[in-house]
């Protein structure tokens, strides 16, 4: 396939063309006018007829002069195109005069947003999730966006969903206590790794990415409430684990505390027994009654 390249087209001050274009048409109305005139006396004169079709000649130039003025916005391209051969564009906002043979498609580089629906995908896992995201883009190149693809709004859209598909199949959801990246947990890494998709994808339209980001994350409604619990039971695990470690690292440093004070003498079997009662009281899920022990009274 011939790639475009998108180049300056020919094209001269507007304001200058359209005034020698009403000067020209004025003359050839003045000159008809005067031919018809003379035309309508009992004799025609030979330069009448002349005057008549010079008038209608300049007349004619005029209108095609007129015909290759283009008035171009800001952020705005104009293609144009000579009898199927591309000449070039007009992108700089003004009014211009160009060929007038040639066709002008008007192409749009104002950034443009779009939004994709939500696709129902399986992950890397496996799991059917639901995903959507917004990409922010915009033509750079409009020789290639409208020479290159058949339509380049709707390439955009196209290849915009097969990249989120291809995103969301390469990454799990959720990976909580591994290494692996994912969806929930890296939204940056993947927001970048779907622009950058994207734009080779949509290099090939003249179309720029400046960024992707997913607007909408979740589990497939059928799954939804078990990876819900599943979740919540990783939760629960994961403040278990906090609560022992931070439970044990309490207890060592008593024990270390009341041995170098020497407060106490305690034997391996009541060592034993106060690890156990203060594992018991920080890590209980309710609050623990104390029992004081007083000592105890002999009696003779």
Do not use: C
């Not at 094209?11 to 309508?40: E, Y």
């Not at 969806?183 to 734009?199: I, K, M, T």
């Not at 003249?206 to 059928?222: F, I, K, N, S």
């Amino acid at each position: 396939m011939v790639k475009v390249q998108e180049r300056e087209a020919f094209k001269v001050n507007g304001f200058g063309m359209l005034l020698i274009s009403l000067l020209v048409l004025a003359v050839g109305i003045w000159i008809f006018v005067r031919g018809v005139m003379a035309a309508s006396g009992p004799v025609v004169p030979a330069t009448a007829v002349a005057e008549i079709v010079g008038g209608v000649v300049l007349a004619l130039v005029a209108i095609l002069l007129m015909a290759g003025l283009i008035a171009v916005q800001p952020n705005e391209a104009r293609v144009l195109v000579f009898f199927g051969k591309y000449t070039g564009s007009v992108r700089q906002d003004g009014f211009w005069w160009t060929n007038p043979f040639t066709s002008k498609r008007r192409v749009s580089l104002r950034v443009r947003n779009f939004n994709s629906e939500r696709l129902k995908v399986n992950d890397a896992d496996g799991n059917p999730i639901e995903i959507a995201a917004v990409v922010v883009w915009r033509v750079v190149d409009s020789a290639r966006a409208v020479f290159d693809v058949d339509d380049y709004q709707g390439f955009v859209a196209i290849q915009s969903e097969t990249a989120i598909r291809s995103l969301a199949t390469r990454y799990p959801y959720d990976a909580p206590g591994t290494d692996r990246p994912s969806l929930r947990e890296n939204p940056n890494d993947v927001a970048e790794v779907l622009r950058s998709e994207l734009q080779q994808r949509l290099e090939i339209a003249g179309v720029e990415v400046t960024e992707a980001r997913l607007t909408h994350l979740a589990y497939a409604p059928e799954i939804a409430q078990a990876m819900l619990r599943r979740q919540q039971a990783q939760a629960v695990v994961a403040a278990r684990q906090l609560i022992v470690e931070a439970a044990v690292g309490m207890v060592e440093d008593a024990l270390v505390s009341l041995a170098k004070r020497h407060v106490v003498d305690l034997t391996e079997e009541r060592k034993a027994q106060m690890v156990n009662n203060l594992m018991v009281t920080l890590t209980s899920e309710q609050a623990s009654t104390p029992v004081i022990n007083a000592g105890t009274t002999r009696v003779d």
